[in-house]
């Protein structure tokens, strides 16, 4: 899996958009990015995931840079409830024997009343 | 149940004892990981069953982890002789696809072993 590079920590003031970089510049064509969180004494839970286009669910934005390299996770309206750590995660759809998700340390992000 | 349930929630052991963790995954989820999580980092990979085959144990730290999944549901993570190094996080996860999605993962809530 191609490694990510993602700033320690981060705030953000409650009811602002957070925008959360990842760095991935060894990504590979047949490699999506997947986003996870951990909120605090809970199991990471799934947000988004994409290729190259930018996608949008009911949790967030995912903007992925042209060349790949990069992409932010955006949080458009944060609450105090989006206080976590933030995984961002890349890996081929298909991982053949490797199942597991590898987790770096991901960017704490803490949302200010 | 509604989602994975991991249990006991928080564990103390002293150094030299052994503990069993137990994980219920959510019915008929066919793939099931184990995950260590030390304090300040991310979750890392312990070791995959699929069904009742544990395909891969690469992930575990020494061979006093041991892992099983006797009957395809309920998991059990054996630690003996603990360690200090031991305390952290014991988080499982389940899967309902036999290859499992990057996205179709439930985790639960974990264990918090601490060896004291």
């Known amino acids: 899996d191609a490694k990510t590079t993602q700033p320690p920590s981060m705030d953000c003031a409650e009811g602002r958009a957070a925008n959360l970089p990842c760095n991935h510049s060894?990504?590979?064509?047949?490699?999506?990015v997947y986003w996870y969180r951990q909120i605090h004494s809970q199991g990471p839970q799934y947000i988004i995931h994409?290729?190259?286009n930018n996608e949008t669910n009911e949790m967030a934005s995912l903007i992925i840079t042209e060349d790949r390299k990069s992409s932010t996770l955006i949080l458009p309206h944060a609450t105090l409830r989006d206080t976590a750590v933030y995984y961002c995660?890349?890996?081929?759809?298909?991982?053949?024997?490797?199942?597991?998700?590898?987790f770096g340390s991901g960017t704490q992000l803490t949302v200010l009343p | 149940g509604a989602g994975v349930s991991q249990s006991p929630r928080y564990k103390v052991a002293k150094r030299g004892q052994d503990v069993a963790l137990r994980c219920d995954p959510i019915?008929?989820?066919?793939?099931l990981f184990w995950y260590q999580q030390a304090l300040g980092q991310g979750p890392e990979f312990l070791t995959y069953f699929q069904n009742e085959a544990q395909l891969d144990k690469s992930g575990l730290p020494s061979d006093r982890f041991f892992a099983e999944r006797p009957e395809g549901s309920v998991s059990t993570l054996k630690i003996q002789r603990t360690q200090q190094e031991d305390s952290a996080v014991y988080l499982c996860?389940?899967?309902?696809?036999?290859?499992?999605?990057?996205?179709?993962?439930?985790f639960g809530s974990g264990t918090r072993l601490t060896v004291v």
């Open positions: 996860a389940s899967s309902f696809d036999r290859v499992p999605t990057n996205y179709g993962y439930t």
């Open positions: 060894t990504i590979s064509g047949n490699e999506y």
């Open positions: 994409g290729l190259k």
């Open positions: 995660i890349v890996r081929p759809s298909s991982s053949g024997s490797a199942r597991q998700l590898t």
């Open positions: 019915s008929g989820h066919v793939s």
